[in-house]
């Protein structure tokens, strides 16, 4: 079924709608409190990410600003709540586990039929001993017709071991801290690109950092065929990768940027570093 570009583009208001209705029905009882989702990503089909991509930050911003509100809402209805029974403790606070995160990715996988999905999880932690925890990730999917199906899952948090995404193949994740705080990233494409980004300059994660990190600073690319991953340097400022330097594939060629396609494997589990300021903690997952 062909895509009705005017009765079908995700707008704003509809994503901080969803989002808002997830945090609710995320929530998570625990003793002395209600526990809420804190982080969102959303999935859109590319025509809609690219459209709204110059308003990302103001979604963002509206958003924790709408999810903020209706945090404080619940907390204030919570105080005039009866007890269940008498003499128990006081009505439970709603409260998260960190800041909220909210991000916009592309959906490869059927934004024909759902033009908008919604991830609400909690943040990722680690346990005492090191290993990644579990975590159970609520999926909501808005269909043409307008409806909306649910889902849960279970994944181990950190690896996303052996586990799909209502967007596609989880093959790697990503957790890295820039300016706008620690986010973690799930890889669902066999190549893509990392940077600044920019208007001219199309990257499949944004960081938030100084302008040492190139607007496009590397790309990884999965190898099918070989189960490996390859890493490409596309900096000005160098990139890394446990700490050693892998070569720069741009090169000026009569004033020109040439791309030589230079690669280096990438092991299944990494710390990647762009021109020494920011590190991206990189983690295959198993297969």
């Given at each position: 079924?062909?895509?009705?570009e005017?009765s079908?583009?995700v707008?704003?208001e509809?994503i901080?709608?969803v989002?808002l209705?997830?945090?609710e029905?995320?929530?998570?009882?625990?003793?002395y409190s209600n526990?809420?989702?804190?982080?969102?990503?959303?999935?859109?089909?590319?025509?809609?990410?690219?459209?709204?991509?110059?308003l990302?930050?103001?979604?963002?911003?509206e958003?924790?600003r709408a999810?903020s509100?209706?945090?404080k809402?619940?907390?204030?209805?919570?105080?005039?709540?009866?007890?269940?029974?008498s003499?128990?403790?006081q009505s439970k606070?709603?409260?998260?586990?960190g800041?909220?995160?909210i991000?916009?990715?592309?959906?490869?996988?059927?934004?024909?039929?759902?033009?908008?999905?919604v991830?609400?999880t909690?943040p990722?932690t680690?346990?005492a001993?090191?290993?990644?925890?579990?975590?159970?990730?609520?999926?909501t999917r808005?269909s043409?017709?307008?409806?909306?199906?649910i889902s849960?899952s279970?994944?181990?948090?950190?690896?996303?071991a052996?586990t799909?995404?209502a967007a596609?193949t989880?093959?790697?994740?990503?957790e890295?801290?820039?300016?706008?705080?620690?986010?973690?990233?799930p890889v669902?494409k066999?190549?893509?690109?990392?940077?600044?980004g920019g208007v001219?300059?199309?990257?499949?994660?944004?960081?938030?950092a100084?302008?040492?990190v190139s607007?496009?600073?590397v790309?990884?690319?999965f190898?099918?065929a070989?189960g490996?991953f390859?890493?490409?340097?596309l900096?000005?400022l160098?990139?890394?990768v446990?700490?050693?330097?892998?070569p720069?594939?741009?090169?000026?060629?009569?004033g020109?940027?040439?791309d030589?396609?230079?690669?280096?494997?990438?092991?299944?589990?990494?710390?990647?570093?762009l021109?020494?300021?920011?590190?991206?903690?990189?983690r295959?997952?198993k297969?």
């Amino acid at each position: 079924m062909a895509r009705d570009e005017q009765s079908v583009q995700v707008t704003p208001e509809e994503i901080i709608h969803v989002l808002l209705e997830e945090m609710e029905a995320g929530l998570c009882p625990s003793y002395y409190s209600n526990l809420v989702p804190s982080r969102y990503d959303v999935y859109l089909s590319l025509d809609d990410l690219e459209r709204l991509r110059p308003l990302e930050s103001r979604i963002r911003e509206e958003a924790t600003r709408a999810l903020s509100e209706q945090l404080k809402r619940l907390n204030r209805e919570s105080k005039f709540r009866v007890p269940l029974l008498s003499g128990s403790k006081q009505s439970k606070r709603y409260e998260t586990l960190g800041e909220w995160s909210i991000a916009l990715h592309e959906n490869i996988e059927d934004a024909e039929e759902h033009p908008l999905v919604v991830h609400s999880t909690f943040p990722h932690t680690t346990a005492a001993d090191g290993r990644d925890g579990l975590l159970t990730e609520r999926v909501t999917r808005r269909s043409l017709a307008g409806g909306e199906s649910i889902s849960t899952s279970t994944v181990r948090s950190g690896t996303a071991a052996d586990t799909k995404r209502a967007a596609g193949t989880v093959f790697a994740t990503l957790e890295y801290e820039d300016d706008t705080g620690v986010h973690q990233y799930p890889v669902m494409k066999e190549t893509f690109k990392i940077g600044r980004g920019g208007v001219d300059r199309w990257v499949d994660l944004r960081l938030n950092a100084k302008k040492d990190v190139s607007r496009e600073h590397v790309q990884i690319r999965f190898d099918s065929a070989s189960g490996k991953f390859f890493i490409k340097d596309l900096s000005s400022l160098g990139t890394t990768v446990n700490g050693k330097p892998i070569p720069a594939s741009i090169v000026q060629v009569n004033g020109e940027d040439v791309d030589k396609n230079l690669e280096v494997s990438l092991p299944a589990k990494a710390r990647i570093g762009l021109a020494g300021i920011l590190f991206l903690e990189f983690r295959a997952s198993k297969r």
